[in-house]
């Protein structure tokens, strides 16, 4: 599986990104996908991940209300719609696929920046 993370950018704060994920090698409706994120500095946290059925997911404690994942099997991406971004949510973000909860990722994508501006 090659994934491929898109849409990060330079935002405001309390803005709002698009990120996507494009599958390619192998049908994203076998895996769970995540989303993970790694600020300068910092390890690698979780994000958010749903399951290959699109009936599950699970967030962030911290990122809940804010962040949504949502996938389109059809078209092997996956997405992650981020809203009121602060600051603090700057950070390389990546896709991966996996096995459901996600807690790490099988494959990996290359990440796309995500810049919150004060």
């Known amino acids: 599986v090659q994934l491929q993370a898109s849409g990060g950018g330079l935002v405001q704060t309390g803005g709002s990104l698009r990120l996507f994920c494009a599958a390619s090698?192998?049908?994203?409706?076998?895996?769970?996908m995540a989303w993970f994120r790694q600020a300068p500095g910092k390890e690698r946290e979780f994000v958010a991940a749903?399951?290959?059925?699109?009936?599950?997911?699970r967030y962030a404690d911290s990122l809940k209300g804010r962040f949504t994942i949502s996938r389109d099997n059809a078209n092997n991406t996956v997405y992650l719609q981020m809203n009121s971004l602060k600051p603090q949510d700057t950070a390389v973000y990546y896709c991966?696929?996996?096995?459901?909860?996600?807690?790490?990722?099988?494959?990996w994508g290359k990440g796309t920046q995500v810049t919150v501006s004060s």
């Open positions: 090698g192998r049908l994203l409706s076998a895996y769970a």
């Open positions: 749903i399951d290959w059925g699109n009936r599950r997911t």
């Open positions: 991966a696929a996996g096995a459901w909860p996600m807690m790490r990722g099988h494959y």
